[in-house]
């Protein structure tokens, strides 16, 4: 049905920079808010941004002036442009989308789908 793919996570030393990308495809009507969270070994899977469907955006504030989550509704993508990046970056990335699509049977869905995931790591 619907799925969301990511790439480009990777290891990269402290100060450098990273960029993810998230496609959607699928039988897709529209997607509202899409973004990235991340989850840290030991830790709890946390918002990294957000960008609704007219662009309104939000970041956690430990990524703010680094991180920046650029959209294109035209090829269902979202990105994150991930630059000065920290050892505390360090985690899996994963991509999400509110989506509205159509199920097996032409009926309509709303979903909340999930990327596969993708690791980064930042260490010198």
């Known amino acids: 049905q619907v799925q969301l793919v990511e790439s480009g996570g990777g290891l990269v030393q402290p100060g450098g920079s990273l960029r993810l990308s998230c496609a959607a495809s699928g039988r897709i009507l529209r997607i509202d808010d899409m973004g990235w969270y991340r989850q840290a070994p030991g830790k709890e899977r946390e918002l990294v941004a957000t960008?609704?469907?007219?662009?309104?955006?939000k970041y956690t504030d430990s990524v703010k002036g680094r991180f920046t989550i650029p959209r294109d509704n035209a090829k269902n993508t979202v990105s994150l442009q991930m630059d000065s990046l920290k050892p505390e970056d360090t985690a899996v990335y994963y991509c999400?989308?509110?989506?509205?699509?159509?199920?097996?049977?032409?009926?309509?869905?709303?979903?909340?789908?999930w990327g596969q995931g993708t690791q980064v790591t930042v260490s010198s």
């Open positions: 999400h989308a509110n989506i509205l699509a159509i199920g097996p049977s032409d009926e309509y869905i709303v979903l909340k789908s």
């Open positions: 960008i609704s469907s007219d662009g309104s955006i």
